[in-house]
């Protein structure tokens, strides 16, 4: 295997244009709309406008073209300064790559084009009280209705349910016979009768992405709905979300960076005991320790997104990625609370927030815990 660890000039130039407009149109209103948890107004088609929408949808239907690499880079850009963007951005592109890959060319012509140029937005709706790591367990059913279908059912943690335009609903069209079986996904529009956006829920970080509940009563779609063959899903669903952990481990290293960043100002301008808290040696160890923990999981992540771009997806290093970055995540944003003192506590302070939004990223798309077990598998095969 031959892996380049230079990025190509169209690659730099992504990743340099949209942290320009992240530390532009995203910084300066982060802390204000998490402080009120408020989805931004307008946000959606300014993400579209620069082209933050669509990274990974071919051209010719509205995207960028810039594969797995370029939503990495995109998303550490815009993570580094505010998460919730980042995590609104998941979400949707949960809807934009099971679109890329079970759609038909009509549907993806009719849902993916507008959310590829952010007209719309994808919230994918599988999560379910019953049924979270364990995606096979859902329980909301799809029946044949009119040469359609009628959904019942109920989801939970849905990202930017009640923003989406387009939402594709993960349902049981048979019982299941071994594991998997008998599960379909539909496309549903915002509006659809039936589709009722349920409570929101509050969160500890990312308060700024909405995330709420969705319940489906006799909700009906046509038979155009139905994105691939009727029960067998599970597998197209899997593979997806197993490369949407990318998302994930971008934007937790974007955050982790932005962090790290924040704590080196701090100490470099910090004065202790008549010195710089810097030129204390345990400080300059704990920031050595932190950068290479960030680095590491930055060169795990590129190395599973170029894979993926070079025709050979590997889900368990995508794993790894996504574990390295998590913990990293996790660690910095910690640590950076403490190197602040008792500033780091306050809200006047990011990086209180930081930590805060940093928690989410080792649960959802795959908790710490799953993975290990998928890397052990691997392993062990």
Not at 14 to 29: D, G, I, Y
Not at 239 to 251: E, K, V, Y
Request: glycine share 14%; aromatic share 6%; with cysteine.
């Amino acid at each position: 295997m031959t892996l380049g660890f230079t990025l190509a000039e169209d690659q730099r130039l992504l990743s340099h244009t949209v942290r320009q407009f992240a530390e532009k149109e995203l910084a300066p209103l982060a802390a204000r709309h998490d402080e009120l948890e408020e989805f931004p107004a307008g946000l959606v088609p300014k993400l579209g406008a620069a082209g933050l929408t669509g990274v990974i949808v071919p051209e010719e239907l509205g995207g960028a073209g810039a594969g797995n690499m370029g939503l990495v880079l995109m998303l550490e850009q815009v993570g580094r300064v505010d998460a919730a963007t980042a995590f609104t951005l998941q979400g949707h592109y949960h809807v934009v790559r099971y679109l890329l890959t079970a759609a038909s060319r009509a549907q993806q012509e009719r849902h993916l084009v507008p959310l590829a140029r952010g007209t719309g937005l994808g919230a994918m709706a599988l999560t379910e009280p019953e049924a979270g790591s364990d995606a096979a367990a859902i329980r909301t059913v799809a029946r044949p209705a009119d040469g359609g279908w009628a959904l019942d059912g109920g989801k939970c943690f849905i990202t930017n349910a009640g923003v989406a335009s387009t939402y594709v609903v993960i349902a049981r069209t048979a019982p299941g016979g071994r594991r998997g079986e008998g599960i379909s996904a539909f496309v549903v529009e915002a509006g659809t009768p039936g589709l009722v956006i349920g409570p929101r829920h509050r969160k500890l970080g990312v308060r700024a992405s909405l995330t709420q509940e969705i319940r489906l009563e006799g909700c009906r779609v046509g038979g155009e709905a139905l994105l691939g063959q009727a029960g067998q899903a599970y597998r197209t669903l899997t593979r997806s979300l197993g490369l949407d952990r990318l998302a994930n481990a971008a934007t937790s290293i974007g955050l982790a960076q932005g962090a790290l960043e924040h704590g080196i100002r701090y100490v470099a301008e910090r004065q202790a005991f008549g010195r710089r808290v810097v030129e204390f040696q345990g400080i300059r160890w704990q920031l050595a320790e932190l950068a290479t923990q960030v680095e590491a999981a930055r060169l795990l992540v590129y190395q599973a997104a170029w894979l993926a771009d070079h025709g050979t997806p590997d889900l368990g290093k995508v794993a790894m990625a996504k574990l390295a970055a998590n913990e990293a995540v996790m660690r910095v944003t910690t640590d950076v609370v403490q190197l602040h003192g008792g500033h780091g506590y306050m809200r006047e302070h990011p990086v209180e927030r930081f930590m805060r939004d940093a928690r989410v990223f080792g649960i959802g798309g795959g908790t710490t815990h799953v993975l290990k077990n998928l890397i052990a598998q691997g392993l062990l095969r």
